[in-house]
């Protein structure tokens, strides 16, 4: 019996491989392109910040 569910398992395994090599794969076709593109900077900005603190005791 053990034997039996072996062999059946095995033939198994051995038919979707078969199949699977048989069939023909899917072709995609791929293609990556790379870009530059060049920005100006962005401003240079110059903030000033004052603080003023008064009073007191």
Excluded: D, F, N, W
């Amino acid at each position: 019996m053990k034997r039996l569910i072996i062999l059946t398992s095995l033939v198994s395994v051995l038919a979707m491989m078969l199949i699977s090599c048989a069939s023909e794969p899917e072709t995609t076709t791929t293609t990556t392109r790379q870009t530059t593109v060049a920005a100006p900077p962005p401003p240079a900005s110059t903030t000033t910040t004052t603080v003023h603190q008064t009073g007191g005791y």
